[in-house]
């Protein structure tokens, strides 16, 4: 691991997929420190403990570690809790979360001690599986993918790079964005897809039931590959960014009806000139990003 | 190439991905017979020929061609016009298409001579790619997909397997489906994600232009992948299987309005129950599909 790394002792609280990935992957880079997992389910402990990832064998931990990083790896409704719930005394502690909402969670850090909420990072490693649990993490799952970190008034710059090199240690590139940013462009990007997945997956299931998948060849497997994810995660963050997301389905609607409209009429010139509109947009971003 | 091939020629109407995909795929596996290219387009004709796939240099084929499969390989709207201008004397002749929609096709042959009728055999194979045109195409793209035949009344039984012998000798899984199940259910498993594609990419690129996959890590531009499609082939989709594509949106947007609903009450009870329910349904079916 580079020496960028400056912590001597991490915890991570929630023992899931990210929770888990991050201690594989520390692991795999030789993590010279000590780590530690908070989890409010035993056997979650037991296994990662079992598995090498932590020292600790249930919820004691040393409540005066020093040079710390707290990583928070809960679903975004549990946030707060979890943050009730810490009671470590150590002045030299840093923390950051993994939460695919930030305003609700820098909402809540505005409301405790300012020592707190300044030393408080928030970050959102896109990262993830449809698979959920300890037993799906990999050492690999930040590799390559991007950390949006989201830093407050509060924060020192010195702080806020810390927590970026911590991320960019497990293999992530990492973009800063303000929260409520973050917000509204996830909504649209990423938990508009994933009501989008639900909602097929729910409309197709009710009228093919077994047969769903039969005939499809596997494109339809692949595209409601994320209405597989974790219920109580997605559960919280349609919860957590109600109205940006809620703005996004009424945008996407919009559009919708518009194709709906062309299909109905069907009209060969708007339609190929909305679909030859779209392909020529999307190839050319993709093209950008590939420069 | 198995024993199974028993065509001697083959003739490849429309030389775009899938038409190239074939040729491409009877190369590589050794056909010993003879394959020949048509394509309103005479530098398509060009290149194929250059690249070894056909044998004929622009648009004259000996019209008494044996033991000759003809397959069709044009967007679903084009298909009249490709079966008008074809003129092949040969009596021992069967057709095929490469069509994603098959209840045009098989009313348009309905309409022509009864040995015609015969002869025709309809296929889907169900495979693809974002890409389109011959310089996309790969000798690989049938390997372990599903190909749909759809056989109608007039077909016997010996050409239908004559013609699912020829997709399983390009690597293909065959299944039977009568057309009209055929377009019905393609409708919602291929049609519906297609418009839906379409639909999300058109809102989110109107709202965040070049800022579209800027913090997406990847996971937008995989889902939206189908939205860079061949336009004029999805233009031609969704005219020829207008009536169920529009019932399959329909069912999608009661779906959609279902979860709008629950995530505008912050239900989490109700968000929990349709989330595992879906997931649960899901797993259960690709578990299934595994065993």
């Known amino acids: 691991m580079s020496s960028d790394l400056v912590f001597k002792n991490i915890v991570v609280v929630g023992l899931g997929l990210i929770g888990g990935s991050i201690l594989q992957s520390l692991k795999s880079k030789s993590f010279k420190g000590s780590t530690f997992g908070i989890d409010s389910n035993l056997s979650a402990i037991t296994q990662a403990n079992k598995l090498g990832l932590i020292i600790n064998k249930d919820q ?21 809790q979890a943050i009730d719930d810490l ?24 409301k405790r ?42 924060n020192a ?26 917000d509204d462009l996830f909504a649209k990007t990423s938990h508009l897809p994933h009501v989008i997945s639900y909602a097929l997956m729910h409309s197709i299931f009710k009228d093919l039931d077994d047969k769903t998948f039969l005939y499809s060849g596997g494109s339809l497997e692949g595209y409601t590959r994320i209405a597989s994810s ?56 993709l093209s950008e990003e590939n420069n």
Chains 1, 2 share one sequence.
């Open 87 to 110: 009671n470590f005394k150590s002045e030299d502690v840093l923390y950051t979360d993994t939460c695919s909402v930030k305003s609700s969670v820098l909402e809540d850090i505005k």
């Open 60 to 80: 004691n931990i040393d409540t005066d570690l020093q040079n710390l990083l707290v990583v928070f790896s809960v679903p975004a409704l549990s946030m707060s």
């Open 157 to 182: 710059e010195e702080d806020i790079n810390k927590v970026e090199g911590f991320w960019q240690n497990l293999g992530s590139l990492t973009k800063r964005l303000p929260a409520n940013n973050h």
């Open 113 to 154: 001690k300012s020592e707190f909420l300044a030393k408080f990072v928030l970050s959102h490693p896109i990262a993830g599986s449809e698979k959920s649990g300890i037993s799906a993490s990999s050492s690999n799952l930040f590799d390559k993918k991007l950390t949006i970190v989201c830093p407050h008034e509060n």
């Open 230 to 285: 974790d219920p109580v995660m997605w559960k919280d963050i349609m919860i957590a960014n109600e109205e940006s997301i809620v703005e996004s389905i009424k945008q996407f609607k919009a559009s919708l009806e518009i194709l709906l409209d062309m299909i109905q009429k069907k009209d060969p010139i708007e339609l190929t000139n909305f679909f030859t509109s779209i392909k020529v947009s999307r190839d050319a971003l």
